[in-house]
């Protein structure tokens, strides 16, 4: 596979894993030995992903801050990557709302199917409830004391605290600036040096990535069940495939428009990353990638991208919000629960902070559905019902939303980066798949 770039390798690795997974599942037996022999390689891929970023993100993240010399303009890049951030979510939940209130995909569903689906993934879908329970406890300037960790060693031994992470480092670097240079020298020699082993790092498991996508795409087809019973659902999948398809539109014209750079030129760098989202339904998994795309391929410098791509896989989440936004209409369309003006105003304000809020692994928008739902006052039962309707397409629209979610962090890298003079030409030195256009 050698002189293939590196998202035709992918390609070809997700299509033999679809194709594999089918041939599997066809005969008994053969959907065990897939997991028993497969599903390891997918898994093992994921954690070293996993594995390294923590370790990217502060090595990275200081590097970025202490080549800045000047502090104000990492106040500047923080503000206009929040600013753009939401503005890039509220265009996703409209784009959603809208589609939904013309497709209407919810009326369309019959009673039998709304039976037969709330039936079969009832159970599931309560856990997803349970889930969102212990979310809303907390009171509204919770997120900001839950960014602020009180031991560093604890933040850093769970990816769930990205956030945490990121503030201690943002600290550290600043004080990095706020020494003397002398006095910081031997320090940034030493956190260079890192940065290039752990991109080394990236580059040695990504050459796994091929094989590893296969692995996962072959288990996730044998355990997918019941096609049928996807086909039912196909409006409103196809609703959020649509919307989330306007999305890549909006942000290929966003990078065209603002920095110049040809869609090709985009697409080239980031579709990896890209793939790599879709085969692991996991931001925080295909972080690592998503910032040495940014950074080698896009000709994002290590000061923007450093900031934006770590916060953007934590709080900015477009393909998720839209998905919000158009299941919740759904829902509420298939269950005969009327929505005012009103409710879709609170659908806009609460899937933002829903998407926010959700952790940048599988199946997470799922359960910060709940909390939009709740917030449009959908009785209890109903939302349970809901809930167990959209659950069959969930795995399918996760991996696609996730694409979104990390195409938007590339894209607002971008924007940031070109607004503050740090967008330079790809680092070519660093290529091993030629981007040729
Ligand atoms: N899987 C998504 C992500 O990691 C979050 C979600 O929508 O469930 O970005």
Not at 275 to 283: G, K
Request: aromatic share 8%; net charge negative; with cysteine.
């Amino acid at each position: 596979m050698g002189k293939l770039a590196l998202h035709w390798q992918i390609l070809i690795g997700m299509v033999l894993g679809v194709v594999f997974g089918t041939i599997m599942s066809s005969f008994n037996g053969g959907d065990q030995i897939v997991r028993d022999w497969v599903a390891p390689i997918g898994k093992i891929f994921i954690n070293l992903l996993k594995l390294i970023a923590i370790p990217l993100i502060i090595v990275s993240l200081i590097k970025g801050i202490s080549d800045l010399k000047d502090i104000s303009k990492f106040a500047t890049i923080g503000g206009r990557t929040a600013l753009i951030y939401v503005m890039t979510t509220v265009i996703a939940i409209s784009i959603g709302l809208l589609l939904v209130n013309i497709i209407q995909p919810g009326n369309g569903i019959s009673a039998e199917t709304l039976e037969q689906l709330s039936s079969a993934y009832s159970e599931k879908a309560s856990s997803k409830v349970t889930a969102a329970q212990s979310q809303q406890t907390k009171g509204p300037l919770q997120f900001i004391v839950d960014m602020v960790p009180d031991n560093f060693f604890a933040a850093a031994s769970s990816n769930g605290n990205m956030l945490q992470v990121i503030f201690f480092t943002i600290m550290f670097g600043i004080s990095m600036l706020l020494i003397r240079e002398d006095q910081s020298k031997p320090l940034k020699a030493v956190f260079d040096g890192l940065n290039d082993v752990i991109l080394k790092m990236v580059d040695l498991i990504m050459l796994i990535a091929p094989y590893a996508v296969f692995a996962l795409l072959a288990s996730l087809v044998v355990e997918t069940s019941d096609p049928e019973l996807l086909i039912a659902l196909a409006w409103y999948s196809l609703t959020v495939i649509v919307g989330l398809s306007l999305m890549v539109v909006i942000y290929l014209m966003a990078v065209k428009l603002i920095t110049g750079k040809s869609p090709g030129f985009f697409l080239n760098g980031i579709s990896p990353a890209q793939l790599l989202a879709f085969s692991t339904s996991s931001s925080a998994a295909t972080l690592p990638v998503t910032m040495e795309r940014v950074e080698e391929h896009l000709g994002v410098e290590k000061e923007v991208a450093s900031f934006v791509c770590p916060v953007g896989a934590t709080i900015n989440m477009d393909g998720t919000s839209l998905y919000q936004a158009v299941a919740a209409v759904f829902i509420c369309q298939a269950l005969d629960y009327d929505l005012t003006f009103g409710n879709q105003l609170t659908i806009i304000l609460t899937a933002t902070l829903a998407s926010i809020g959700s952790a940048a692994v599988p199946g997470a928008g799922m359960v910060m559905l709940v909390i939009v739902l709740e917030a449009i006052e959908l009785p209890a039962d109903k939302l349970a019902i809901g809930l167990a309707l959209i659950f069959s397409v969930d795995r399918i629209l996760d991996m696609c939303r996730t694409v979104i979610n990390v195409t938007g962090d590339a894209t607002v890298s971008m924007i940031v980066a070109k607004s503050v003079g740090k967008l330079g030409d790809p680092d070519v030195k660093n290529w091993d798949d030629n981007y040729k256009e």
